[in-house]
């Protein structure tokens, strides 16, 4: 047995590689990324880190705007079930038409995106709840009445926010305190999530408002 420094120390650990005959793939793919994978310095180990840690909340921040995608798609979905021109179809052409959507929902339900927010059981209850009232507006056969409703949960996100559409009088919309309630017990990037879903369903309400 040897008395002094292994192997490993001897070719410098996990990044000093410079002793070794053979590189890996991911050595290289590493150093095209980082640098050298040799590490002289403390200072030289730290900036490696520093640029891991800014890439990896570079890849939580694409996350999140795939899994808004996601999202959105997946209330496209629920919208188009809940349609009213559905109920003006014949039987076989509204079987025909639910089957379609139906294996479009199961083909998104293969995409898993999920970036994990902490959240303790109070937050958890409130997010809950603030989904189910949202669930409820997309459920509604009434494009008006939910318009309207979403219009007030989306003035709840923000004090500061203002009417998205000019021609609704700011003086018929409220903010619905429920849903106010629930979603200040909700984590900030709850909120920042929960906004932009809201936004999208009023987009996609008033453009069913004005068809109708």
Do not use: W
Not at 95 to 123: F, H, K, M, W
Not at 173 to 201: P, V
């Amino acid at each position: 047995m040897t008395t002094g420094r292994s192997s490993f120390a001897r070719n410098g650990g996990r990044f000093g590689r410079a002793g070794c005959a053979k590189r890996s793939r991911f050595d290289q793919q590493f150093d095209d990324e980082f640098g050298s994978s040799a590490v002289a310095s403390t200072s030289r180990f730290v900036d490696i880190l520093d640029q891991l840690d800014s890439k990896v909340e570079a890849l939580r921040k694409e996350a999140f705007v795939l899994r808004d995608k996601k999202d959105f798609l997946a209330m496209s979905v629920d919208l188009l079930k809940n349609n009213e021109y559905l109920t003006g179809l014949n039987e076989n052409e509204r079987d025909e038409i639910n089957c379609y959507v139906q294996r479009i929902s199961n083909r998104l339900g293969t995409v898993e995106l999920n970036v994990c927010t902490v959240r303790d059981p109070a937050q958890e209850d409130s997010l809950h709840l603030v989904n189910s009232l949202i669930d409820m507006i997309i459920s509604n056969s009434d494009s008006v009445v939910s318009r309207q409703k979403c219009q007030q949960f989306l003035n709840a996100c923000s004090t500061t926010d203002t009417s998205v559409y000019s021609e609704i009088d700011p003086a018929t919309i409220y903010t619905d305190k429920k849903f106010e309630s629930a979603l200040l017990g909700c984590t900030l990037d709850d909120q920042k999530t929960i906004k932009k879903r809201l936004q999208a369903l009023l987009v996609y309400l008033t453009q069913q408002t004005i068809v109708h």
